[in-house]
């Protein structure tokens, strides 16, 4: 997938927040962002939203996105830009969204030449569905209202 980052279009959301897209059919898509919500400090929550790539939501980013067609990563897109990214680069904004320790940990990733990034990036996503099995996300009543259909 080449250049799928940082490339600006126009916004689609109704509001700021940046989005996670992910693979609303894998289960350690599911627990990837069970991740997010359990170690985001609570002011964080108002700055991200979540949506399956499956969904209403994702499907008009890669509308918008066409150098997201036939991506099967996590996509995280940034409405203030806006732009997209994805695999490795989509990870580490995730991460560095958790702030303290985890930015940190995104910094240091981002050190990480991408090609190198993504190779790993790939290994894992090639693995997913073995190393976590089905899962149906139940977010909280709180956590409802930062899905996007």
């Known amino acids: ?12 959301t109704p509001d700021t927040r940046s989005v996670l897209l992910y693979d609303g059919d894998c289960g350690f898509c599911a627990g ?3 991740f997010v919500l359990g170690h985001e400090p609570p002011s964080a929550g108002q700055r991200l939203a979540f949506a399956p790539l499956q ?3 994702g499907s008009r980013i890669r509308a918008q996105f066409p150098e ?3 991506v099967d990563s996590v996509v ?4 203030s830009i806006p732009a997209v990214r994805v695999r490795s680069s989509a990870a580490l ?5 958790l702030g303290g320790i985890w930015n940190v940990v995104a910094t240091l990733g981002r ?21 976590a099995a089905p ?6 009543a709180e956590e409802r209202a930062r899905f996007l259909p």
Do not use: E, K
Request: glycine share 4%; net charge positive; with cysteine.
């Open 76 to 79: 995280w897109y940034d409405p």
């Open 111 to 131: 050190l990480v030449p991408r090609p190198l990034r993504d190779a790993v990036y790939d290994q894992i996503a090639r693995r997913r569905f073995a190393m």
């Open 32 to 34: 990837s962002v069970q």
């Open 135 to 140: 899962a149906c996300l139940l977010p909280s």
């Open 1 to 12: 997938m080449a250049n799928a980052t940082d490339t600006p279009r126009s916004d689609t």
């Open 93 to 97: 904004a995730a991460v560095a969204h």
């Open 68 to 70: 997201l067609a036939g």
């Open 55 to 57: 969904g209403l939501f």
